[in-house]
């Protein structure tokens, strides 16, 4: 299996840019889809950013043209790149992992937390 564990989250001003990463460990993350999820107080946990294991992301409608999804497959790392934080952008973000040859198999990380105020 794989450990995911997030950092980068923290109080930002409107207009701002944050950057959040995920470190992987047990596992290279070229065998997973890898995904950023975020759940905001009284919200469902959403998508917001997914790359496959080939390398392809996508993006959820809300988010696009503001966040970038990548990963460094050498440091076994994934970002997120928001850029224009808005308070709506609220949320508890989670790095998520599904294993390609098992997508039954899901990981998730603890969560890192980001506010947008000012």
């Known amino acids: 299996q794989v450990r995911l564990v997030e950092s980068g989250g923290g109080l930002v001003h409107p207009g701002g840019s944050l950057t959040l990463s995920c470190a992987a460990s047990g596992s290279t993350i070229n065998i997973y889809n890898m995904a950023w999820y975020r759940q905001a107080p009284g919200k469902q946990r959403d998508l917001v950013a997914a790359i496959t294991a080939g390398g392809i992301s996508t993006y959820a409608n809300t988010v696009k043209g503001r966040f970038t999804i990548s990963r460094n497959t050498a440091t076994n790392m994934v970002y997120l790149q928001i850029n224009s934080l808005q308070p709506e952008d609220t949320a508890v973000y989670y790095c998520?992992?599904?294993?390609?040859?098992?997508?039954?198999?899901?990981?998730w990380g603890q969560g890192t937390q980001v506010t947008v105020s000012g």
């Open positions: 998520n992992a599904r294993d390609t040859l098992a997508p039954s198999n899901a990981y």
